[in-house]
């Protein structure tokens, strides 16, 4: 895996960006610490570890260090991403977690925590930098306590079916492996069952096929490096396990529409 070089405690909007296109945020990735997602308006989907649901206004979504994940941005939906660093990784949840809350104290106490993090992050004050990771810790103790409010409404049945477990279980195994080359055959018979069988849970879980994972996370990867290194093509191919910088050149084209020179031509990576 790329060495995520946002590691930083960082706040960042969210919302439509025509001009990166959709894979920016639809295309499946992880990072190598936490990420907690709010939606204040709008709604659309995501899927984490392979589990498709819906999200919408007041939506907290928590998505652990090095899972895979992607999601829908469309015209009216608006947010923030909070990239939690490794060394306070602890203090969050090990599982993704989907909140959705629904109680108006319980909203306008995460905008303060919110507006109290940003404040602190753009300060110039003394201190500053130790008053911004002050104010993640409280804002992870809200979480918990709501996490432990959690009515069933929060609770997806789904998430504890075997479909779901498997398929988790696939995209954790993507994530460690993507740069192999493996194929969907391979991953199929480290989780000891058969391509089938693997294809159809995912279609039951994200509506997405076994293939459109693995290629969605290995295309996303490529983009990355494209944008933002320097690394001839020949050697991104090689990283990513592609046997010839031609083959490499074929499934990106296939994909995006566009060649890897064309695709790095298009300009610096926006953050998100």
Request: aromatic share 8%.
């Amino acid at each position: 895996m790329m060495t995520d070089p946002q590691n930083r405690l960082a706040l960042t909007a969210i919302a439509q960006n025509a001009t990166q296109g959709r894979w920016r945020t639809e295309a499946m990735r992880s990072h190598s610490s936490p990420r907690l997602v709010f939606v204040g308006r709008g709604q659309g989907r995501i899927t984490v570890a392979g589990l498709t649901r819906g999200y919408g206004a007041n939506n907290l979504i928590f998505i652990p260090a090095e899972t895979m994940y992607g999601f829908e941005v469309g015209p009216t939906v608006f947010g923030q991403m909070l990239t939690i660093p490794k060394a306070m990784a602890t203090e969050w949840p090990d599982q993704a977690v989907h909140l959705r809350l629904r109680d108006v104290v319980a909203q306008k106490e995460l905008a303060a925590h919110l507006d109290a993090l940003e404040r602190e992050l753009k300060s110039d004050l003394p201190g500053a930098a130790r008053a911004a990771h002050y104010q993640l810790g409280l804002l992870s103790i809200y979480f918990e306590r709501q996490l432990a409010l959690r009515d069933s409404d929060n609770r997806d049945a789904r998430a504890d079916t075997a479909s779901a477990r498997l398929v988790a279980a696939y995209t954790d195994l993507i994530e460690h492996h993507f740069h192999e080359h493996l194929g969907v055959a391979d991953y199929a018979g480290m989780l000891g069952v058969t391509p089938t069988h693997l294809a159809r849970c995912c279609k039951e879980t994200c509506a997405k096929s076994a293939l459109s994972l693995l290629n969605d996370r290995i295309l996303f990867d490529a983009r990355l490096r494209l944008r933002d290194t320097n690394a001839p093509v020949r050697q991104i191919a090689g990283d990513l396990g592609f046997g010839s910088a031609a083959y490499f050149t074929r499934a990106f084209q296939a994909e995006t529409g566009l060649t890897p020179s064309q695709f790095r031509k298009k300009g610096p990576l926006s953050a998100v």
